[in-house]
């Protein structure tokens, strides 16, 4: 029997992302037409979620670990791979899909679901 120490396990409900991977849910937030926007993480989730915006935009984003591990904000496809310790928050600019979504994670929390999604309005 194995048992799982409570800082594994995964944090909270789930949904699943267009990818088909599971996320730890955390709520969306509409960003179309914004500049800038703030992401909490924390162990083990993004708070918010899903972002939704417009095909081709791009979006400042701070992320502000408010947990007690180190993160990462990871979305290979765009080059982006930001280590986000406590306390220390870090600016990433991303670009949201054409069409769809596309998918960032923590790579150090993808047991725990530490997943999102930038979702592009009618996508």
């Known amino acids: ?14 949904i699943r992302l ?7 849910t955390r709520g969306e937030a509409d960003v179309a037409g914004v ?5 909490e993480m ?14 081709g935009q791009r979006l400042t984003v701070t992320l502000s670990n408010q947990g007690n591990s ?9 080059h982006i791979d930001a280590n986000v310790e406590a ?6 600019t ?8 596309v998918t960032f994670e923590c790579r150090y929390h993808l047991l725990q679901n530490m997943r999102g999604e930038l979702v592009t309005e009618g996508g």
């Open 1 to 14: 029997m194995a048992l799982l120490a409570p800082a594994c396990a995964p944090s909270g409900p789930t």
């Open 70 to 78: 180190l993160h990462d904000f990871s979305i290979p496809a765009q």
């Open 18 to 24: 267009a990818d088909g991977q599971r996320a730890s």
């Open 35 to 39: 500049s800038t926007t703030v992401i």
């Open 94 to 101: 991303v670009t949201f899909p054409q069409r769809g979504a």
């Open 42 to 55: 924390g162990d083990f989730f993004f708070k918010p979620t899903m972002l939704r915006g417009r095909p």
């Open 87 to 92: 306390g220390t928050p870090v600016t990433v």
